[in-house]
Structure formats: C-alpha cells, structure tokens
C-alpha cells in the first residue's frame, strides 16, 4: 500500500495506519534534518513533527494532495520546526553575502529522447518478479528500505535482491545491445 493511501487511513483516525505511517517516514525526516543536527535536538523536532502531522491529519489532512504529499508537507514542518528552534536557541549562522563563495552551476544535460526511449523499451523486455521487484524499487528507494520494499511486493528480502540483481543484468544486456554505453555499471 503507497505512503498516500495510508496517510488516507490516518486522516480517518486509524491508529495502525499512523504507526505504519511513521514508520515509513521517519527516516526520511530525519535525512532531512542533518544541517541542523548541531543546532537543535534532531529527536525531539523529529518527535513534534510526527505529534502535529497527526493533529493536521485529524483536521484536514484530506487536503494533502500529489504523489508522496504527506511525506513532503512532514519534511517541510520538519525543517520549518527545526529552523524555529535555531532562531530560539540563537544558534543561527549566517554568512555575510560577501562571504559566499562564488560555485559554478553547471547547466543541466540535454536529455537524449533516444535514450529515454531505449530504456523504456528495455524496461517492456522485462517480466515477471524481477520486473515487479525493479519497479517496487524505482517507486519506493526514496523513502523505504529494501526490507519493506521486499515485504510490500511480498517477497523475502533476498528473493528481492536477486530479483532486482536479475532485472539490473537484463537491462544492462538490452542496453548494450542497443548500442547504449554502459561504464558506471559494473558487470
């Protein structure tokens, strides 16, 4: 079940469904706080946020809209609490502007339609558990360990990993076969 279906649930009040809310956001909330870990008590902004997206959810959580919005909107009250809690201890920073230094942006890459399109092709080659475990994989890595990826597509957790292994040579083969250079992937 998505993180949106069961932040659904909380905001009909099922206790459950909060606990397994939080246990697939809490991580990512907490990846989220690492440049304010020095200034404020990381656990306890972690510990608030949870507490009020339970209480918006009761109110009008049903309002959250978008793919992965309950997790979104928890990050952005994580950081906002966090950043409070900076002011109020007087632990904030800031650089004077002519201290910044100066960081070359590099422009983004033009996209290559025909590599999109061989992978999409590589992708429909695929089949079977090894295609489920790689797209489990794609939709969830963000914010879900392998171990809950794997029980949410009902597979143990090495059944996963081979499969994903599997899908991975699959679509390296079909790559190369389509002429696409592969150096980052190791064989």
């Known amino acids: 079940?998505?993180?949106?279906?069961?932040?659904?649930?909380?905001?009909?009040?099922?206790?459950?469904?909060?606990?397994?809310?939080?246990?697939?956001?809490?991580?990512?909330?907490?990846?989220?706080?690492?440049?304010?870990?020095?200034?404020?008590?990381?656990?306890?902004?972690?510990?608030?946020?949870?507490?009020?997206?339970?209480?918006?959810?009761?109110?009008?959580?049903?309002?959250?809209?978008?793919?992965?919005?309950?997790?979104?909107?928890?990050?952005?009250?994580?950081?906002?609490?966090?950043?409070?809690?900076?002011?109020?201890?007087?632990?904030?920073?800031?650089?004077?502007?002519?201290?910044?230094?100066?960081?070359?942006?590099?422009p983004d890459p033009v996209p290559d339609p025909g590599l999109a399109k061989a992978i999409a092709d590589c992708l429909q080659q695929l089949a079977g558990r090894s295609l489920e475990a790689l797209k489990a994989r794609l939709e969830m890595a963000a914010f879900l360990p392998d171990r809950l990826i794997a029980a949410a597509v009902g597979m143990t957790l090495n059944t996963f990993l081979q499969n994903i292994v599997r899908a991975r040579r699959q679509m390296a083969a079909c790559l190369q076969n389509k002429g696409v250079p592969l150096t980052e992937i190791p064989s």
């Open 1 to 106: 079940m998505g993180i949106d279906r069961v932040f659904g649930l909380v905001c009909q009040g099922d206790h459950e469904a909060f606990a397994e809310w939080m246990g697939r956001v809490e991580r990512p909330i907490r990846l989220s706080l690492r440049p304010y870990a020095r200034a404020v008590d990381v656990e306890g902004v972690v510990q608030e946020t949870l507490l009020r997206m339970w209480l918006y959810a009761q109110d009008r959580g049903a309002m959250l809209t978008g793919e992965n919005a309950s997790l979104r909107f928890a990050i952005g009250m994580a950081r906002n609490l966090a950043r409070n809690e900076t002011r109020r201890l007087k632990r904030e920073v800031l650089l004077p502007p002519e201290k910044h230094p100066e960081i070359p942006i590099p």
